[in-house]
């Protein structure tokens, strides 16, 4: 049984990016690569959640990287606590089979308030004047301060936003140095993010998104050398690249198209328009490639008449709607009553106003609460007003459609061989590759 495994969660990872990743490929050397097919949605929370439960979305509740609480006409993006992950996680199965198995969780998604033995993730401080304070939640709690004290706060204007950057990453890669000769856990998870920023921003295969590769490599290098510092060489690493990102040229706007269609109300204020989700009777929580449609009370007439308003909209491949949920295992309450796919070169943007003037004034900041829905043009910045632009036309790289075609696949890797079931695997396999380096075997 291997002493310890680090295991990377890396969005973005190709084969192609690998190649040219000189201190990964050495971290892997006699190792093995297979291709990674993330499961739709292939964005960040539910695959993590998969590939840490070993379980889908229809099992696990993770539906996007939101979540719309409809008892409560609210939307939380993001930052959603552990026990919004339905099963049991990696780590829980690890304690269970043996508390002396120790794990380190740093910066997974939805990982506040998980069971793993030390955690570090994101928590920033809401002021009521609207401000926030830097911190983060840690097990134990008191760790963050330590933290602190040697790295000064987790820079988090570098982790989103338009001044996202390696910093980010670094601080989370010098704190895991810290936390595993603090503790030495038998498994350090550990989420790496550089490479989602600037292949968005500018596409996969710009030079600025090159740039990020060559830069998170760097930062490996001194992750591998921290590790073996602080364990020893008796480790195993695997690197797990979540969901590939794929040029896009088009968005498309479901929230717009519902309005006009008069299912979509607004609320007029001083502030712009504010979406009243109370009274529409039709709105989407979009995600990257991919929107929820939630229709007031489920209403079937309402649903039905969402779905044909999108089967023909050329910046749509798939409308989903019923029975068709299960067809992607997305048939759990927390799904919208319909979910609309965009083509493989579109993406979907939350925008409901039709003129930029009504627009609310969070619509030009970086603000992941209020906005219901994802936002990547808060990684850009006009200088003009200081702000946010309101152009979804600046993206340029997208992700979270099925992964039908190669391009949208990622990479898993391992240091030593033999550990894969095969050349293509799906993000449910990293779960029993975990367990199985501890000798956990379920039936």
């Given at each position: 049984m291997t002493k310890h495994v680090v295991l990377l969660s890396v969005p973005g990872l190709r084969e192609k990016d690998v190649a040219g990743m000189k201190h990964l490929r050495e971290l892997m050397a006699g190792g093995e690569i297979?291709?990674?097919?993330?499961?739709?949605?292939?964005?960040?929370?539910?695959?993590?959640?998969?590939?840490?439960?070993?379980?889908?979305?229809d099992a696990h509740g993770v539906v996007a990287n939101g979540f719309y609480w409809r008892e409560r006409h609210e939307v939380e993006m993001w930052t959603s606590p552990n026990d919004c992950i339905e099963r049991p996680q990696i780590w829980d199965f690890l304690t269970q089979h043996d508390e002396s198995l120790t794990t380190a969780v740093w910066f997974a998604l939805h990982a506040k308030g998980c069971d793993a033995d030390y955690v570090c993730t994101p928590a920033p401080i809401h002021n009521p004047d609207g401000s926030e304070s830097l911190w983060c939640y840690t097990r134990p709690p008191h760790y963050y301060g330590t933290l602190r004290e040697r790295l000064g706060h987790f820079p988090l204007v570098h982790f989103w936003g338009p001044m996202a950057s390696i910093?980010?990453?670094?601080?989370?890669?010098?704190?895991?140095?810290?936390?595993?000769?603090?503790f030495a856990p038998r498994l350090f998870y550990i989420y790496l993010p550089h490479l989602d920023y600037a292949a968005q921003r500018n596409g996969p295969d710009s030079p600025e998104a090159q740039k990020a590769v060559a830069e998170l490599d760097e930062v490996l290098s001194r992750l591998a050398e921290g590790m073996r510092a602080a364990c020893g060489d008796d480790m195993l690493w695997l690197a797990a690249g979540e969901y590939a990102?794929?040029?896009?040229?088009?968005?498309?706007?479901?929230?717009?198209?519902?309005?006009e269609a008069g299912l979509l109300r607004?609320?007029?204020?001083?502030?712009?328009?504010?979406?009243?989700?109370?009274?529409?009777?039709?709105?989407?929580l979009v995600d990257h490639q991919f929107s929820h449609v939630f229709v007031a009370d489920s209403d079937p007439a309402i649903a039905a008449r969402v779905a044909e308003l999108f089967r023909n909209q050329p910046a749509v491949a798939e409308v989903l709607a019923g029975e068709d949920l299960a067809r992607y295992r997305l048939n759990h309450a927390r799904s919208g009553e319909v979910v609309l796919i965009s083509t493989p070169t579109s993406w979907q943007a939350y925008y409901w106003w039709l003129s930029d003037d009504r627009a609310p004034s969070y619509a030009r900041t970086v603000d992941?609460?209020?906005?219901?829905?994802?936002?990547?043009?808060?990684?850009?910045f006009d200088p003009i007003t200081r702000g946010i632009p309101l152009d979804a036309t600046l993206i340029k790289g997208s992700h979270g459609a099925p992964a039908t075609d190669r391009s949208q696949q990622t990479v898993f890797l391992a240091s030593e061989p033999g550990l894969l079931p095969g050349a293509t695997i799906r993000d449910t396999d990293v779960f029993r590759t975990v367990l199985d380096q501890f000798g956990v075997r379920l039936g």
């Open positions: 297979a291709d990674l097919v993330p499961t739709f949605p292939c964005v960040t929370c539910p695959v993590q959640a998969n590939m840490t439960t070993g379980r889908l979305p910093k980010g990453t670094e601080w989370i890669v010098e704190s895991a140095v810290l936390a595993a000769k603090a990102i794929v040029p896009v040229d088009e968005v498309f706007y479901p929230n717009r198209v519902l309005r607004v609320v007029e204020s001083d502030d712009g328009e504010l979406l009243d989700l109370a009274a529409s009777e039709a709105w989407a992941i609460h209020r906005k219901p829905g994802y936002d990547p043009v808060e990684l850009c």
